[in-house]
């Protein structure tokens, strides 16, 4: 048996409502788990008029998408379902998706996710063109990761390893977890024939192009700025120093890399630049100062 766990915050209710029927024909039950939004009595309203197997429970505070996950993940164990699919309010999954990547999900392999298909980046015929091998398995929990929505996941093996860290509020909540499942010997695995509609922050193609390496080798392609929020940038770069605090003897540099680049985005291309770059700074701050116990299986 499966089950799917959302985290909603003021969602957009049709969207939401994309997510839910899609979601809801693929599993045996839908937890939500909604994080102080203002329009929960609209997402009970909805819960309750239109999907008999979905089960809300709401937090009057926003406790952050790490808590959230933890509890979807107790409700799932709490009702007997062996598998969860995680998904974020506005993301909505193909057809046939949970049958597919639960066929992988088997032995060591305790997570597996589809292709993510971001509506800001890519057309569906732009990821059938891709040539990409139908099934990878990922050693680098930060690097071309899976990322939480889309996910689906072993409930037991997810609990052993602890959850997810509450801790980090949001950003890099997905990879501290997925390396701390490759750490206690369990399998990531990214099926690239099915696909996640998604939508990371709000991004826009900028004229930049760097070299990255993909299935298909080496390829110059755009970056993309993000649209966050000044308190979501400070969570990008004090997590990932938090990450890199936990988890260096494992990973290298994996995670700080990407700070410098990230403020260079928004310095460059986005809007309330001076606020964002504060926010980055600190966040780098107090990544710094924060006492990080590095992480021991």
């Not at 929990?141 to 899976?146: D, L, Q, S, T, Y």
């Not at 308190?231 to 890199?244: D, E, G, K």
Request: proline share 3%; glycine share 6%.
């Amino acid at each position: 048996m499966r089950c799917a766990g959302i985290v909603t915050y003021n969602p957009d209710l049709e969207r939401l409502r994309a997510n839910l029927n899609n979601t809801a024909s693929q599993v045996d039950a839908v937890f939500v788990f909604d994080n102080g939004s203002e329009n929960v009595a609209d997402i009970r309203s909805l819960a309750d008029s239109e999907y008999t197997t979905l089960r809300v429970e709401a937090d009057p505070n926003n406790r952050g998408i790490a808590f959230a996950l933890n509890r979807l993940l107790d409700a799932a164990k709490e009702h007997g379902f062996k598998h969860m699919l995680l998904l974020d309010q506005d993301s909505v999954p193909t057809e046939g998706m949970c049958d597919e990547l639960e066929r992988h999900l088997t032995g060591s392999v305790a997570l597996v996710c589809p292709f993510i298909l971001d509506r800001n980046r890519m057309t569906e015929e732009e990821w059938q063109a891709q040539k990409m091998p139908p099934l990878e398995r990922l050693t680098h929990a930060a690097k071309h990761g899976a990322i939480t929505s889309g996910s689906l996941v072993d409930v037991a093996a997810a609990l052993e390893v602890g959850g997810f860290d509450d801790n980090l509020f949001i950003d890099y909540v997905d990879f501290d977890f997925n390396e701390r499942l490759i750490l206690n010997g369990y399998e990531i695995v990214k099926d690239n024939t099915v696909y996640l509609l998604h939508e990371k922050g709000k991004s826009e193609r900028t004229w930049l192009k760097v070299p990255r390496n993909t299935s298909a080798g080496v390829q110059w392609q755009p970056l993309y700025k993000l649209g966050y929020s000044p308190m979501r940038c400070y969570y990008q770069s004090r997590n990932r120093i938090v990450y890199w605090k936990k988890y260096h003897r494992h990973t290298g540099g994996e995670g700080l890399t990407e700070i410098p680049l990230l403020m260079a985005l928004s310095l460059l291309f986005e809007n309330h630049r001076i606020a964002k770059l504060r926010a980055y700074s600190r966040g780098i701050h107090d990544g710094m100062k924060m006492k990080i116990v590095e992480y021991r299986k």
